[in-house]
């Protein structure tokens, strides 16, 4: 992640491509959340298509502008946004009315070749404009663009002219404008733009430099990129105060309508040239000067902070680290779309009250990718983990329950989660006498078609296979994934594993095997589940009393001839889903509670009937009337095992 952030921040500071075209475009969408107004006291006199109606195709005789700027007083800032290169018959008239206004500003063009070399002459009047001040104090080669060759006015206007500068201007990657020089070098000497000029000169201030590339021109700030460039902010296009030039020609815009404004006279009809591209739509060129102007004055230039920058990208870039907190990855993505537009809606605010420039590209971008980074390593983690348990609980649990673990396999972690579960036990009798008769190999093959079927019935169910000890089956239901009828579930499994014995018994008679018999016993308790062990090595299993009564349980089938034997917690559990009958309280070795125990039989007529008899005798027994319950046990004993061990009981007790 680290060396991703340097390479996004490195990226956004160096502008490289197509990234910085990108960006551009996206942040274009400030500007049409502004509603700032361009300054009043800039005025735009275009030479429109009603001008060029008017007098014509361009250029015109130079008698025409002369008329115009007769109109204007000395309390107006002329700018001419054009450059009279070509000497014509008429100079000495427009040089006469530019020098009877005596405030004007008049503009060239820096080139890498111009058609013509410069006469020592202009070149002094371009030095005149220049900023002396600055030019002494900097390495102009550092902080500006340098023009090799000017294209400039005919030495006639331009000694007529108060200052000059230049109109120069550099397109962004994608050949909009955004920026706008403060400056340029030429000549070894400062040359300011004409909208840094115009500013000097109506404020009758000069330029300072404050440090940091930033300048102070009266009270207002500019601040620049190492080219000397600043990001200006453009306005609604129908807050520009403009003016048709036959307005101005006629005389009906009026001197005192335009006094102490700064009143520029460019191109606006489309044929003509003088048309900029820029994020608000194609604008005439002196819009752009406008837009500068105005900025300064309103102290509306845009800013640019490469810390809060470099931060923002910084925090995207680890934001999708959060699955560190965050499981859920649809939260997830909810986090990333919520902290973006907080985001996106905060740099659009400090874009309108701060005139703060924010990139919402970089951030957005970086974003992306490093969450497309994390989650892909994420699931390749998780992958791992899921392909782990699968491996590790396939043979333990059912399809069902494996998948809903693998959707969740944190409920794996090493630690134990107090829970009610319903054991399993279930053990082969007379199992050490058969193992004497058979040598390892047999003994093994034996046992394991024998665990087979057991073990695929109780993963039927949704139980979790916990070990095999010996001939034992430990098993267990309601972990690690929640099964609502747990009990119910471990009732099913143990019945249906009396019928898949019966089956496989036929099979190990066949081939000269003994028979299995086995006791089951099951209680539902709370007791503690999860991985137990050290850090490199654990088992996912259960401790605890209600474990221990299970397993004891199941050794109680032996005393009362039994299969399944189920707590009063389990009945209480299953209610009378099943068939089962009461037998008596007794207290297990361990507990000093007396449990009562019931046994689980399979729900059939002959069942029902023999378990009706059974509860009058037990009745019987239980209210001490001994002669009677022993003759009803007695009834019951050729199709009742558990009698016997009543009719046992009373007899000692008579």
């Given amino acids: 992640m680290f060396v991703m952030a340097l390479l996004f921040v490195g990226a956004y500071k160096a502008e490289l491509e197509p990234l910085h075209s990108f960006s551009l475009r996206f942040n274009d969408v400030n500007f049409a959340l502004q509603s700032k107004k361009a300054s009043e006291d800039v005025v735009f006199i275009a030479i429109d ?15 025409i502008l002369a008329t115009a700027v007769d109109n204007l007083s000395s309390d107006t800032l002329l700018v001419f946004d054009m450059v009279f290169s070509e000497p014509t018959p008429d100079d000495n008239r427009l040089a006469r009315s530019i020098e009877e206004q005596d405030n004007s500003l008049c503009g060239f063009f820096l080139r890498h070749r111009a058609t013509e070399a410069l006469s020592p002459e202009q070149s002094d009047l371009i030095s005149d404009s220049s900023l002396a001040r600055l030019s002494s104090e900097l390495d102009t080669k550092k902080l500006f663009v340098e023009g090799n060759e000017a294209e400039v006015n005919v030495e006639t206007i331009l000694s007529s002219c108060s200052l000059s500068a230049t109109f120069s201007t550099l397109r962004d990657s994608d050949q909009l404008l955004r920026k706008y020089p403060v400056a340029f070098t030429f000549n070894g000497e400062i040359v300011p733009s004409i909208g840094t000029q115009a500013v000097r000169m109506i404020l009758n201030q000069d330029i300072t430099y404050s440090g940091d590339r930033s300048y102070k021109l009266a009270e207002h700030l500019i601040t620049t990129d190492e ?9 609604p296009l129908e807050s ?19 006094n102490n404004k700064i009143v520029i006279l460019g191109l606006s009809e489309t044929g003509l040239g003088d048309i900029r591209v820029t994020p608000i739509g ?7 000067h406008y837009t500068f102007i105005s900025n300064v004055l309103n102290d509306e230039l845009l ?3 490469m810390i809060m920058s470099a931060v923002s990208i910084l925090f995207f870039l680890l934001l999708p680290l959060i699955w560190m907190i965050i499981k859920s990855i649809y939260r997830r993505a909810l986090v990333y779309i919520a902290a973006y537009i907080l985001f996106f809606i905060s740099t659009k605010l400090v874009y309108i009250y701060l005139n703060l420039y924010l990139d919402a590209f970089y951030p957005l971008l970086a974003l992306l990718l490093s969450a497309i980074v994390s989650e892909s390593l994420l699931y390749k983690r998780q992958e791992r983990q899921m392909g782990f348990v699968k491996s590790a609980f396939s043979s333990y649990l059912s399809p069902l329950l494996l998948d809903k673990l693998m959707n969740d396999p944190e409920r794996l972690k090493l630690g134990g989660e107090k829970k009610e579960l319903t054991i399993f036990f279930s053990d082969i009798r007379s199992f050490t006498s058969i193992s004497e008769k058979m040598d390892a190999q047999k003994l093994t093959h034996y046992l394991n078609r024998y665990f087979t079927p057991m073990s695929d019935i109780v993963t039927k169910h949704n139980g979790m296979i916990d070990k095999y000890i010996g001939d034992a089956l430990m098993a267990f239901y309601n972990a690690p994934v929640d099964v609502k009828e747990h009990a119910a579930d471990a009732c099913r499994s143990s019945l249906e594993m009396m019928h898949a014995l019966k089956t496989l018994n036929r099979e190990l008679v066949k081939d000269n095997l003994p028979p299995i018999e086995i006791g089951i016993g099951l209680n539902t308790a709370e007791v503690v589940v999860g991985n137990m062990g050290s850090q490199k090595r654990f088992n996912y299993t259960v401790i605890g009393d209600g474990v221990n009564l299970a397993s004891r349980v199941e050794g109680l089938n032996k005393l009362f001839g039994t299969k399944i034997l189920i707590t009063e917690q389990t009945k209480l ?5 099943f068939l089962t009958r009461p037998l008596e309280k007794f207290k297990v070795k361990g507990k000093d509670e007396e449990v009562m125990l019931y046994e ?8 029902r009937l023999m378990v009706e008899a059974f509860v009058v005798a037990l009745e019987l027994y239980y209210q001490e009337k001994y002669e009677e319950a022993l003759q009803r046990f007695s009834d019951l004993l050729s199709s009742d095992y558990v009698s016997h061990y009543f009719i046992e009981k009373i007899k000692q007790l008579l």
Wanted: proline share 5%; aromatic share 14%; net charge negative.
């Fill in 49 to 63: 298509e009603e001008s060029v109606n008017r007098f014509g195709r361009w250029p015109w005789n130079r008698e």
């Fill in 227 to 235: 080219r000397g460039f600043s990001r200006i902010n453009y306005y």
């Fill in 240 to 258: 520009y105060k403009q003016h048709s030039f036959t307005e101005l020609y006629d005389g009906t815009l009026t001197k005192e309508s335009l």
């Fill in 282 to 288: 194609p604008i005439p060129g002196a819009l752009v």
């Fill in 303 to 305: 800013h640019i902070n």
């Fill in 573 to 577: 559990q299953i209610g009378n889903t």
């Fill in 600 to 607: 689980l039989l399979e729900d059939t007529q002959d069942n």
